[in-house]
């Protein structure tokens, strides 16, 4: 019972937290279907808990650091870490992955939705979901950067958690270069970011597919990945310049200029603005059994060949069942 009553007092002690994974578990469901959904989510969540427990007691991963246990009775620990704490990777990661799917998945054809006009935002940004791209080596490295980055300017604010309603959980033996925070703690987090999408890829490959093809369009729930994304940073940022801190604030606004560009060029043009995801040709997929042979669907510009051809590519291809994930 006093777990479950530790736990209602973390849930009104921390409901940012609460808010930003009830959303992301919403855009999960929609875009991945429940069972990844839990997949995703436990592996992340077990991964981060596993390297806080291990780099409290070793230094490794993320350097040494140590939880002060201000809010012991206040909300829920296990161990010396606060539940919260691991927690929040969870959803950090699904935005982080969200935001490289949005950047690097081809579009596809928009006359396979009919009545969706050809220079509507769906129009232009037709996203399938296909298994091989969506589990492909720019989006998995991509995604960690993204997961890194966002840290960058997280971690300096909670580590001022004394000036603002978070607390001061956790410090450092000695100040980092980074407004406190020692570059171990990134790569700690780029290694929490690895071993977590690795292993999510890896089941996603052996799961039954989710029950959309790549003739659905994903584009929706993306971007409500995005916007989560977004709404995290702009939370901390905030925060920043609230507890009189305009230099973090400063620096994380010009470290997002130029991926918000990114983000922009996407939506404005269509077409993939970092790379471009092996649509065209074969790819190595990590932790498939084979080199994927991805044939390109045709896309939705006239050089691409006439209404005909395309009707031709739809008539040759073979069905394919379809799996619901429940």
Known sequence: ?????????????????FLFLAVSL?????????KRTAWFFGVTWITAFACEFSSTRTGVPFGWYHYTGSTLGQELYLSN??????????????????????????????????????????????????????????VLVLSVLLFVFIDMIVDPVALRGDRWFLGRIYSYP????????????YVGWG???????????????????????????????????CALYYSVLIFILA?????????????????????????????????????????????????????SDITARPHASSRMGDAGTRARSHTDAPDKPRVSDS
């Open 1 to 17: 019972m006093e777990i479950v009553s530790l736990f209602i007092q973390t849930l009104l002690f921390r409901p940012y937290v």
């Open 81 to 138: 870490i606060p539940f919260m704490d691991s927690l929040s990777f969870t959803f950090l990661l699904f935005a982080s992955y969200c935001l490289a799917l949005f950047l690097l998945l081809p579009s596809r054809h928009s006359t396979l939705a009919p009545g969706v006009p050809t220079g509507s935002l769906l129009g232009r940004l037709y996203l399938g979901f296909t298994r091989d791209t969506r589990t492909s080596w720019p």
């Open 174 to 185: 000695a100040p980092g270069i980074h407004f406190g925070v020692p570059i171990a703690n």
């Open 191 to 225: 290694v929490v970011g690895l071993i977590s999408l690795a292993s999510y890829f890896f089941l996603d490959r052996r799961l039954p597919d989710v029950s959309r093809d790549d003739t659905v369009p994903v584009t929706g729930d993306l971007l409500l990945g």
């Open 239 to 291: 925060v920043s310049f609230w507890i009189g801190e305009p230099v973090i604030g400063a620096t994380g606004l010009f470290t997002y200029i130029p991926i918000t560009a990114l983000v922009v060029l996407r939506i404005l043009g269509g077409d993939p603005v970092v790379g471009r995801l092996p649509g065209t040709r074969n790819v190595i997929v990590p932790f498939a059994n084979r080199q």
């Open 26 to 34: 919403f855009v999960a469901h929609r875009l991945l279907g429940w």
